[in-house]
């Protein structure tokens, strides 16, 4: 019993030091700022194979890049559907025309936003997950190092 005691108090300890560990594609500046990048990945009732491929892809490169991010709010991952009434408008704000990942910069505080992109080259790159996926954390890295 008294080794199993050690064990727990040592997997405590390292669970801890885990708690602060950052990944290479998050280490940016944590702006005080009171912004907040969401990444909104925009599909329709009808799903394609494609379609599903983009939003696992982003998914995971957004979750394997920037776990700390995530768990503190300064990135939020948003899959909306944009057939549902309530959601319609963001085919209006951001020109939507196909399944679509956008990055927006948000003011918290007065729910305001800043910037946004679309990123339009998933699609070009839906055969190379590793080009995918880099392309992605950079776009995500840019707006969290400008934000």
Same mark, same amino acid.
């Given at each position: 019993?008294?080794?199993?005691?050690?064990?727990?108090?040592?997997?405590?300890?390292?669970?801890?030091?885990?708690?602060?560990?950052?990944?290479?594609?998050?280490?940016?500046?944590?702006?005080?700022?009171?912004?907040?990048?969401?990444? $909104?990945?925009?599909?329709? /009732?009808?799903?394609?194979?494609?379609?599903?491929?983009?939003?696992?892809?982003?998914?995971?490169?957004?979750?394997?890049?920037?776990?700390?991010?995530?768990?503190?709010?300064?990135?939020?991952?948003?899959?909306?559907?944009? /057939? *549902?009434?309530?959601?319609?408008?963001?085919?209006?704000?951001?020109?939507?025309?196909?399944?679509?990942?956008?990055?927006?910069?948000?003011?918290?505080?007065?729910? *305001?936003?800043?910037?946004?992109?679309?990123? /339009?080259?998933?699609?070009?790159?839906?055969?190379?997950?590793?080009?995918?996926?880099? $392309?992605?954390?950079?776009?995500?890295? /840019?707006?969290?190092?400008?934000?």
């Amino acid at each position: 019993m008294r080794l199993f005691g050690k064990l727990v108090f040592a997997g405590m300890i390292l669970s801890l030091l885990m708690l602060g560990e950052t990944t290479a594609a998050e280490k940016v500046a944590e702006p005080a700022d009171g912004k907040v990048i969401i990444a $909104y990945y925009f599909h329709g /009732d009808y799903r394609c194979a494609s379609c599903t491929k983009i939003e696992n892809w982003s998914h995971e490169a957004i979750k394997g890049g920037f776990e700390g991010a995530l768990k503190r709010g300064r990135l939020v991952w948003k899959p909306v559907n944009v /057939d *549902k009434p309530e959601n319609k408008h963001f085919v209006k704000t951001y020109s939507l025309y196909t399944k679509s990942l956008i990055i927006v910069e948000m003011e918290k505080e007065k729910q *305001k936003q800043m910037r946004w992109k679309n990123l /339009d080259k998933v699609w070009q790159l839906l055969r190379n997950q590793e080009k995918f996926s880099a $392309y992605v954390t950079q776009e995500i890295r /840019d707006y969290l190092e400008k934000g």
